[in-house]
Structure formats: structure tokens, C-alpha cells
């Protein structure tokens, strides 16, 4: 007699043929037919099919009450059918182990720490698989992933990365994503002043360096364009709206606008190369017979700054309406003022020249 098949529980309802296995392999133990003696009162059970390893239909309805049991299969051996079940398995079985790739695993030499796999059809090798790649393997997401892989040696790293800021001779060089500074004097940075700045890149031939200059609270941004440096080129701030302007070239490179004083008056430098100049209190009286009129001397005002050229514009502003004005450039850092009147005017009157022209 076989061993009864005993694995799991069945569930019968009163009047139905249909048995339903919780934790049962029916068709994997290779049951084709036998007869289910329920651990209940009530019928035993007939096998009529097997449908799947939790499914099986009896040749008759269960008589008991509805519910769950403990059961035993008893094959039925009698026949040829459980014989044959078990020949057509045990023939499956087999030409599924006849593969290649079941041929090639089974050619390996199993060893410790060692992971086998395909290196292509029907071949197979094995390779390192450490306790640490386990545990990484093992890992249920990413934070577990990291616990496992622990932190990053800074020799792993390029130094930008885990230091302050790099030091560098020629801004050249700074071509990767990171922190840099140079000494007074490197190279082809903006100007040779203490210098700070980052660099972002994109691929290996574009980037964009922006730098700052601690000397004079400047900063300085170009480019990089398939391997190639543009010209550097100065950012405003707040800070550079009133600073002493300058220029190279024509182009600007101090603050945008500058002013200043002397013993001469105001100036008013801008970026654009507009400068204006006003002076202090220049007093005249008219009284000097020039022709049929009367006119003040004609009067030198030093100029506070210097212009270009002596192509400027120069008016003088008195505080009477009985009289009118003249001024007139005589160098780049001189013009000459007087007063003009009908008649002979000896009080004197008080009156600021402005002086409109280029600085460069």
C-alpha cells in the first residue's frame, strides 16, 4: 500500500463534489486517483479528476457538514492510470534536464563565495560574489544601498570636491566643475589681483568660469566654446555704480560713474565717457567798456578734470538776469569765463560754470 497523501487541509461544502486544498501540491505529487477520507463525519470521497494542485473534483457530494479538514489521499493502484501519470511526469522531468544551459551550470565546480552565470548560449562561468556584494544585493533600497557602500574615500574623489576651494596658477586650467583660487599674479585670469571663483561645466569642452576679485569687490564671468576661452567681461553690482570709472581700450572697467573734488570744483566721470564739470564760485563785476558794451575779465577756470581733447562745451551761470555769459575751452584741464552787460555794472555777481564733454 502507498503512503496517504496527507499534506495541507481541505475545505468541503454539504452537497458538493468540489474540493478546494489550502497548502496542497495535488498535481506536482503526481495523485492521478484514489479515494479523500475526510478526518470527519461524513462519506469518503471518490477521486473523479485532479484539476490542480489545489483543485479536485470527487466522483460523489459530500454528506458531512460544511467546513475544513484534516484528510488523507489513498492512490488507487489498481490501475494503470496512476502508473501512467507518473511515467508521462517522470518523461517530462527528464527532457527538461536535458538543456544546454542546465548542462552548462551542472559543469561547474560549486566553491565559496562564487556566483555562476551565462557568458553566452550553453556556456557558463563563475564569478566573485563576496559576503560584501551580498549584503549590497541584499539591500531593500537606496539609504540601504549607501549603509552598505558607507562613505566615499576622499582618493575617490576629485579633490574640488572634498577640499575648499583649489589652488591654481592659470585660470586655464580650471576647466571641471568646482572651487578655485589664485595668488596675485596668475595667469590669464581677469586682472592679476587675489582671485576666487567657480566653474560650471558642460562635456568636456564647455564651461563658464565666474570669478570674483578681492581687491576690488569686482566680478568677472567668460566662457569656454569647444575648447576656446572668450575674453573675460566685468559683471556691475550695486557696489559699482559709484566707483572711480576707467577704461582699456575704450571699454569700460571701473565703476559706472565716478565723482570727485578739488580746489577747482566737481567733476562727474561716467562709463559711457561722458564727464561734467562744475566749478566753485567764479565772482565777477562788468565793467570793462568793450565797444558799445561792458564785460568782465575773461576768466581762467581750472578744470576740477581733465577731458580727452579741448572739444567741450563750457556755460557759465549767473545769479542776475541784467547780464549775459560767455565761456570758451582752452585746454583739456582749462576754460575761460567773463560777464557781458548793456551798460557799466561794477557790483559783483556770483556765478558757477559748467564744463560738458568726453573723458575718453
Not at 89 to 94: I, P, R, V
Not at 132 to 144: D, E, I, K, P, Y
Request: glycine share 10%; charged share 10%.
Amino acid at each position: 500500500m502507498t503512503t496517504p497523501y496527507t499534506t495541507g487541509t481541505i475545505t468541503l461544502t454539504n452537497g458538493s463534489a468540489v474540493v478546494t486544498g489550502v497548502g496542497t501540491a495535488w498535481q506536482t505529487a503526481l495523485i492521478a486517483g484514489g479515494t479523500i477520507f475526510v478526518d470527519a463525519s461524513g462519506n469518503s470521497l471518490p477521486i473523479l479528476s485532479v484539476d490542480s494542485n489545489i483543485a479536485i473534483t470527487a466522483a460523489v457530494k459530500w454528506r458531512g457538514a460544511t467546513g475544513t479538514y484534516s484528510y488523507a489521499i489513498v492512490r488507487d493502484t489498481a490501475y494503470g492510470e496512476q502508473t501512467v501519470a507518473n511515467a508521462q511526469a517522470l518523461a517530462t522531468y527528464l527532457q527538461r534536464l536535458d538543456n544546454a544551459s542546465l548542462s552548462a551550470i551542472a559543469s561547474l565546480v560549486p566553491a565559496a563565495d562564487r556566483l555562476p552565470y551565462f557568458t553566452g548560449a550553453g556556456a557558463s562561468a563563475l564569478t566573485i560574489f563576496t559576503a560584501f556584494a551580498r549584503q549590497l544585493v541584499g539591500a531593500t533600497n537606496g539609504s540601504g544601498a549607501y549603509n552598505v557602500l558607507g562613505e566615499i574615500p576622499n582618493n575617490q574623489l576629485p579633490q574640488r570636491l572634498w577640499t575648499g576651494a583649489q589652488t591654481i596658477t592659470d585660470w586655464d586650467t580650471a576647466i571641471d566643475s568646482g572651487f578655485y583660487n589664485s595668488a596675485s599674479g596668475s595667469a590669464n585670469g581677469p586682472n592679476t589681483a587675489f582671485l576666487c571663483g567657480v566653474v560650471f561645466t558642460r562635456g568636456n569642452t564647455h564651461a563658464v568660469q565666474i570669478v570674483a576679485d578681492f581687491t576690488n569687490k569686482w566680478i568677472f564671468v567668460r566662457t569656454r566654446a569647444s575648447g576656446v576661452f572668450s575674453a573675460w567681461r566685468k559683471l556691475w553690482t550695486g557696489y559699482d555704480v559709484l566707483q572711480a570709472v576707467s577704461q582699456d581700450a575704450g571699454v569700460p572697467t571701473g565703476g559706472l560713474m565716478d565723482r570727485g573734488s578739488n580746489a577747482n570744483g566737481w567733476y562727474f566721470r561716467y562709463a559711457n565717457g561722458i564727464m561734467i564739470c562744475i566749478s566753485n564760485n567764479i565772482p565777477l563785476a562788468c565793467d570793462t567798456a568793450a565797444g558799445p558794451i561792458f564785460a568782465s575779465p575773461d576768466t581762467p577756470w581750472n578744470l576740477p578734470g581733465a577731458f580727452i581733447d579741448a572739444n567741450f562745451s563750457v556755460n557759465l551761470s549767473i545769479k542776475t538776469g541784467q547780464r549775459w555769459t560767455s565761456g570758451r575751452p582752452t585746454s583739456t584741464v582749462q576754460a575761460y569765463v567773463r560777464h557781458w552787460a548793456h551798460l557799466t555794472q561794477s557790483t559783483v555777481v556770483d556765478g558757477y560754470a559748467m564744463a560738458i564733454g568726453r573723458w575718453f
